[in-house]
Structure formats: C-alpha cells, structure tokens
C-alpha cells in the first residue's frame, strides 16, 4: 500500500506559469516531509523540505503548503522556467522516529515546461 | 569538493553472478542509504545504516547484502537470489539532522544480460 501518493505522472506547464505538483499521504506518523528534483540519469536533489509545525515554507520561486487534517501538501514554482522540467518526488519521514530510518517517496510527477 | 560518488556508472551482469555496487562519501554523514528505482516508481529503500558496523533492512531487502566497515564506504551486493535485478540503484547520505534532506549519488544502472 503506497503511503506516499503523487497521483499525476505528468503535468505540463507553460514557461512563465505557475506549476502546482501535488502529494497525498496516508501515514499520520510522518512529519517531515521533502521534494527533490531529479534529472534522468542523475541522482535526486533536494529543493525543500517542511515539518509539521509548519503550514508553509518558501525558499525563492519554490513553496511548499502543506494540510495536515488532508494529510496533503502541494509544491508551487513560480514562475516556471525551462530548467524546471525535470521528475519531482515526494517524500515524507517520520522524525518522530529518528528520521534517519529512510525517506518514503511517492513515484514522482514529471513536470514539462513549455516554451 | 565534498559528495557521494556511486561506481560504475553502468553495469552489466550475467545471471547468476552476484554484483557490487560502490558507494563512497565525504561528507562525514553517519547515515547511508540505498534505493531502487524502476520505471513508473518511486524509489524504494533496499538497505540503511545509520553508524558503522549496523545497517538494517528496508522495505525491498530479499536478495541484496551490504556491509559497513568504514563511515565513508557502504557496498551493496546484488546476488544471484534477486529475481529482478536490473533497474537504477541510488546511495544516498545524510547528517543526524534531516532538514537539509538526504544527498544522493548519481546512480548506477545495472541490467541483467
């Protein structure tokens, strides 16, 4: 059973437009959560991260919402630019258990971004 | 510069060989990870260890093997008991604190010829 959930496999966006990548949990233990950004071939990189106690986390053009009561949080990247057409997946972990036992990710959103 | 460097890059084995992959980091994390990824999926945890000498199982562990005898180094061997090897494996590592996530290698693709 999957517990970390990106259920669009891609998402196509014009250059300049706001990307909105969505992910759904269903473990109410977990409380970190991460997006990385992976290019093919290329090992994933991390873009940003938000725990629990928060609702928002802003680092540049990228923030990260998150619902807890939803148990949703959703990647925003304003504006999109071509560089940012790559796979982004979704994470979460469980700091309450050390965190450091492994990340869980969802099977990733390829985001395309058009001219 | 400091990172964590996967080899090879690509590699090849025949059934019924067993098969290690290097992972090696310098970045003095305590922990070290190992994913799979196949196509459609998300990655999924093989093998971590959060100190030398201990490593613990993941979610997919059946038919792989790993060992931690230095902080810097943490192997995996595919054996011949893995029924699919051939897909795209990741190292990963990380500091006690996980806000700055985990720092990945760039991956070895290995197919079973």
């Known amino acids: 059973d999957q517990q970390v959930k990106q259920n669009s496999p891609s998402l196509s966006v014009q250059e300049g437009r706001i990307s909105i990548l969505n992910c759904d949990y269903t473990?109410?233990?977990?409380?970190?959560f991460l997006w990385y950004k992976k290019y093919p071939a290329e090992g994933p990189t991390f873009l940003i991260s938000?725990?629990?106690?928060?609702d928002k986390n802003e680092d540049g053009r990228f923030t990260v919402f998150l619902n807890k009561s939803a148990k949703h949080l959703s990647l925003h990247i304003v504006p999109s630019q071509p560089g940012d057409s790559a796979v982004y997946f979704c994470a979460a972990s469980s700091l309450g258990g050390g965190g450091a036992d492994g990340l869980t990710f969802g099977k990733g959103t390829h985001l395309i971004i058009q001219p | 510069d400091g990172g964590i460097t996967q080899s090879p890059k690509y590699l090849f084995r025949k059934e019924g060989q067993n098969v290690t992959l290097s992972c090696e980091q310098n970045?003095?994390?305590?922990?070290m990870y190992w994913y799979r990824q196949d196509p459609g999926q998300g990655l999924r945890l093989i093998y971590y260890s959060q100190i030398v000498n201990d490593f613990q199982k993941g979610d997919i562990a059946e038919g792989y093997s790993v060992s931690r005898e230095k902080k810097e180094s943490f192997p995996l061997t595919v054996t011949s008991a893995q029924k699919n090897p051939t897909a795209f494996y990741l190292c990963?590592?990380?500091?006690?604190?996980?806000?700055?996530?985990?720092?990945f290698g760039s991956g070895t693709r290995l197919t079973v010829v």
């Open positions: 473990n109410s233990m977990f409380d970190y």
């Open positions: 938000i725990s629990s106690i928060k």
């Open positions: 990963a590592s990380s500091t006690n604190n996980p806000w700055y996530g985990y720092t």
């Open positions: 970045l003095n994390h305590d922990a």
